[in-house]
T-cell receptor, first 115, second 113 residues
Framework: AQSVTQPDIHITVSEGASLELRCNYS??????LFWYVQSPGQGLQLLLK??????LVQGIKGFEAEFKRSQSSFNLRKPSVHWSDAAEYFC?????????????FGTGTRLLVSP | DAGVTQSPTHLIKTRGQQVTLRCSPK?????VSWYQQALGQGPQFIFQ???????QRGNFPDRFSGHQFPNYSSELNVNALLLGDSALYLC????????????FGPGTRLTVT
């Protein structure tokens, strides 16, 4: 069954430092993968997606992610973190069933940014 | 271009009561999915509506039901509320049945006392 694992519950990064959030997926075929961000009390905002093609995908707010089939990973990166990036980050994989999709989410990683 | 909107923003109900949450999809979108997000957890899929029919369902009891209207808006109904139903309920819309990116609304915070 399709699943997503985000091994880090919390990560603290200094402002200006680089960031990498880990995501591992379990899926038999080529997965469709997403990263979403959620600020406190808010809905989810789509950061980026991978459907096929180039394994390095660019997203909004300076984020990028790299799809690595050999490692079943889709890690999110940002070269320089800003205080406004503090939020909860969710990795998700699409599960298809009779032509209809649903998203299967990881448990999330909470990013804290220190001054 | 309006995004996904949900109402109400917050709701407090008592155990055993019934609740209805509403969602308007992003302009041009025809598919609506509902997710439940308990505190500290990732969203869990409840069900999806397309062409006014429930197309797939997650692992939720029949107390959770829904509806989609001809204008693609949707309602989520929960009967016989339990304390464990307290959560953020998220609506997501997409164009077609997938796999396409889903756009989420701000959610409805339901508290059951």
């Amino acid at each position: 069954a399709q699943s997503v694992t985000q091994p880090d519950i919390h990560i603290t990064v200094s402002e200006g430092a680089s960031l990498e959030l880990r995501c591992n997926y379990s899926y038999g075929a080529t997965p469709y993968l997403f990263w979403y961000v959620q600020s406190p009390g808010q809905g989810l905002q789509l950061l980026l997606k991978y459907f096929s093609g180039d394994t390095l995908v660019q997203g909004i707010k300076g984020f990028e992610a790299e799809f690595k089939r050999s490692q079943s990973s889709f890690n999110l990166r940002k070269p320089s973190v800003h205080w406004s990036d503090a939020a909860e980050y969710f990795c998700a994989v699409v599960k298809m069933n009779t032509g209809f999709q649903k998203l299967v989410f990881g448990t999330g990683t909470r990013l804290l940014v220190s001054p | 271009d309006a995004g996904v909107t949900q109402s109400p923003t917050h709701l407090i109900k008592t155990r055993g009561q019934q609740v209805t949450l509403r969602c308007s999809p992003k302009s041009g979108h025809d598919t609506v999915s509902w997710y439940q997000q308990a505190l500290g957890q990732g969203p869990q899929f409840i069900f999806q509506y397309y062409e006014e029919e429930e197309r797939q369902r997650g692992n939720f009891p029949d107390r959770f039901s829904g509806h989609q209207f001809p204008n693609y808006s949707s309602e989520l109904n929960v009967n016989a509320l339990l304390l464990g139903d307290s959560a953020l309920y998220l609506c997501a819309s997409s164009l077609g049945t997938g796999p396409y990116e889903q756009y989420f609304g701000p959610g409805t915070r339901l508290t059951v006392t």
